[in-house]
């Protein structure tokens, strides 16, 4: 059973940085990918970022030269950089996870079969 568990949100001013973790337990697929989603009250969901097991990634145009996503050594747990934070990236931020997936890094949800809770992002303006 895959898992998904979020760390890292909360609130921040204008300019500022976070770091937003995910954690993944039950991946069994060599060829697997990670990405991160947010969501706003009344908005659809978005795709931020994505990575592959390859370490491929795809970013939004939203996340580009301010969202740096990565791995740590084992590619179990997946990481998104948040620097020169704006007050419209305050959203629900939400990881999720794919098995048997090569190409392009997706970040379009319906690629996905796995999600985490999320976790909140405020950025004061």
């Known amino acids: 059973q895959v898992q998904l568990v979020e760390s890292g949100g909360g609130s921040v001013q204008a300019g500022g940085s976070l770091r937003l973790s995910c954690a993944a337990s039950?991946?069994?697929?060599?060829?697997?990918?990670m990405g991160w989603f947010r969501q706003g009250p009344g908005k659809e969901r978005e795709g931020v970022a994505a990575?592959?097991?390859?370490?491929?990634?795809d970013y939004a145009d939203s996340a580009k030269g301010r969202f740096t996503i990565s791995w740590d050594k084992a590619k179990t747990t997946m990481y998104l950089q948040m620097n020169n934070l704006k007050p419209a990236d305050t959203n629900i931020y939400t990881c999720?996870?794919?098995?048997?997936?090569?190409?392009?890094?997706?970040?379009?949800?319906?690629?996905?079969?796995?999600w985490g809770q999320g976790i909140q992002v405020t950025v004061s303006s």
């Open positions: 990575i592959l097991s390859d370490d491929d990634t």
């Open positions: 039950g991946l069994t697929n060599r060829n697997y990918g």
């Open positions: 999720a996870a794919v098995e048997d997936v090569v190409g392009v890094p997706p970040i379009v949800d319906y690629e996905y079969d796995y």
